[in-house]
C-alpha cells in the first residue's frame, strides 16, 4: 500500500475547517456520451445496485448503458440551463449561500464547499482541495435528508475510499440525516404555504420521495420510515388531514418491486377517481433536478392531465431559499460543535500556542516531582 505523497509536517501548521455539500452528481452536458460515462459511474456503484458484478457487467454494458444513455439524454436536455445541470446549479447556489449564513452565525474561519458522488466536482479532488489548503477538520453534509445507503452509505464510502490512501487524515463528521429536523420541516411548511398563498390550496397533496428497492427495507434499510416520518411532520406541520395527502415513491429503475405506490399510477388513478387538482411536492430532493423537473413536472404531469385531471401544480424544491439556507446552517454548525470556526487565524495560533506552553509547563512539573 502506497500512500499519496504530501509535504513534511511543520511546526504550528493552524488547520481549518471545512464543510462539504455532497450531491448525487450529474453529466457534465446533455449528450449520450456524458450521460453514458455518468451513468456507467452511478450505476457501476455496488450501494446502488447490488446485483453479483459479473452478472450485473454483462447487463450495463450490453443493454443499461447503450439503450438508457440517449434517452437519459433527451430528458436532460429538456431540463438543462445555461449556467448547466439544474441539480449542479442549485447544489453550487446552496454552497454559496450556505458560507454567508453560517458567517452571518458567527463562523468567520470557515469554508464551504461543493463536491458530487459521481461526475464533477468530484468528491476525491475537493477533499484533495482542502486538504492541500490546509483543512484539517472536514465536515461531509450530505444533500439527502433521508439516509439510505444507496446514496449516503454511498458518499461515506467514497469518503473512507479516499483517505485511504492518505497518510494525515484530517479530523472527520459525518452528517447522517435530517429528516426530521426541525428547520427543514419549517422550510418546506413554508414553501407550500407560500404556494398556496399564490395559487389556493389542492384537493390533494402528493409528497413524492424518490424510490429505492424494496428489499433494502427487509434488509434494514431506514430510508423508507425516515420518509414517512418527514411526510408525517410536514403534514402536521401543515395541519392536513390524512385524506388531504399521499405519499408516494418515483423514478422505479428496472424490473424488481420498489417501495410502493408509486408516484405515476397513483397519480394517474386519482385522476380517474376524479381529483381535479394535485400539488405534488418532492420533499426528499432538496435540489430541483432531472427527477422532479422532467419526470414530476413534466411526465407525471401528462399522465394526471391524461387521465383527465385538471390542475397539476409542481411546488419546487427548497434549492436556495432563504428559509431551507438557514435551517442547513444550523445543521452544520450542530456538527461543528467545539471545531474553532469562529476565531480568525491568528486568534487560532495564539490559542495553540498558549495551549503548547501550558503542556511544557506540565511535562517540566511532571519531570521536577
Ligand atoms: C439504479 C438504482 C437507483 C437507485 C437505488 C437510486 C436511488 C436514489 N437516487 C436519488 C436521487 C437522484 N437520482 C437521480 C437520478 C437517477 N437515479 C437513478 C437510479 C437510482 N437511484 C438513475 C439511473 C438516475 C439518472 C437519470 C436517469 O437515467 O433516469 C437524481 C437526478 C440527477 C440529475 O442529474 O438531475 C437524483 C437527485 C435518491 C435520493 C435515491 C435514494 C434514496
Ligand atoms: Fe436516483
Ligand atoms: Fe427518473
Not at 420521495?209 to 411532520?233: I, N, Q, S, W
Not at 410536514?234 to 423514478?251: D, M
Amino acid at each position: 500500500m502506497t500512500f499519496k505523497k504530501e509535504p513534511p509536517y511543520k511546526h504550528g501548521t493552524v488547520g481549518r475547517t471545512a464543510v462539504v455539500l455532497v450531491n448525487l452528481g450529474t453529466p457534465d452536458a446533455p449528450t449520450t456520451s456524458a450521460v453514458r460515462r455518468y451513468l456507467r459511474e452511478f450505476l457501476s456503484d455496488r450501494r446502488v445496485v447490488e446485483v453479483p458484478r459479473a452478472v450485473w457487467w454483462f447487463i450495463l454494458n450490453l443493454i443499461i448503458l447503450p439503450f438508457r444513455s440517449s434517452q437519459s439524454a433527451k430528458k436532460y436536455a429538456t431540463i438543462w440551463t445555461a449556467e448547466g445541470s439544474p441539480l449542479k446549479v442549485n447544489t453550487d447556489a446552496q454552497a454559496g449561500k450556505l458560507i454567508g449564513a453560517l458567517e452571518d452565525r458567527g463562523h468567520q474561519d470557515l469554508t464551504v464547499a461543493m463536491a458530487m458522488r459521481y461526475g464533477s466536482p468530484s468528491l476525491p479532488d475537493v477533499l484533495d482541495k482542502l486538504k492541500a489548503d490546509g483543512h484539517d477538520r472536514i465536515l461531509v453534509l450530505p444533500a439527502y435528508p433521508q439516509y439510505s445507503g444507496t446514496t449516503t452509505g454511498s458518499i461515506y464510502d467514497a469518503v473512507f475510499k479516499h483517505y485511504g490512501s492518505v497518510r494525515n487524515i484530517p479530523e472527520l463528521r459525518f452528517v447522517r440525516n435530517y429528516h426530521d429536523d426541525e428547520g427543514y420541516i419549517h422550510a418546506l411548511r413554508d414553501s407550500v404555504l407560500a404556494h398556496w398563498d399564490q395559487h389556493g390550496r389542492p384537493e390533494k397533496l402528493v409528497l413524492s420521495f424518490h424510490g429505492v428497492p424494496k428489499r433494502t427495507l427487509m434488509l434494514g434499510d431506514p430510508y423508507h420510515c425516515e420518509c414517512l416520518k418527514t411526510a408525517r411532520l410536514l403534514a402536521t406541520a401543515l395541519r392536513l388531514k390524512p385524506e388531504q395527502y399521499i405519499v408516494t415513491f418515483q423514478s422505479r429503475f428496472g424490473k424488481a418491486e420498489w417501495l410502493q405506490p408509486y408516484t405515476a399510477p397513483t397519480v394517474a388513478q386519482l385522476a380517474r377517481d376524479g381529483v381535479r387538482r394535485i400539488d405534488v411536492l418532492c420533499p426528499g430532493f432538496t435540489s430541483d433536478c432531472l427527477e422532479t423537473l422532467e419526470e414530476i413536472s413534466m411526465e407525471v404531469r401528462h399522465d394526471f392531465e391524461q387521465n383527465g385531471g385538471r390542475e397539476f401544480h409542481y411546488i419546487p424544491c427548497l434549492n436556495d431559499s432563504r428559509k431551507w439556507i438557514s435551517a442547513l446552517a444550523e445543521i452544520a454548525e450542530h456538527h461543528m460543535i467545539g471545531w474553532p470556526t469562529q476565531a480568525g487565524p491568528s486568534e487560532h495560533e495564539a490559542r495553540r500556542k498558549d495551549a503548547e506552553v501550558g503542556r511544557a509547563a506540565a511535562l517540566a512539573r511532571g519531570a521536577a516531582d
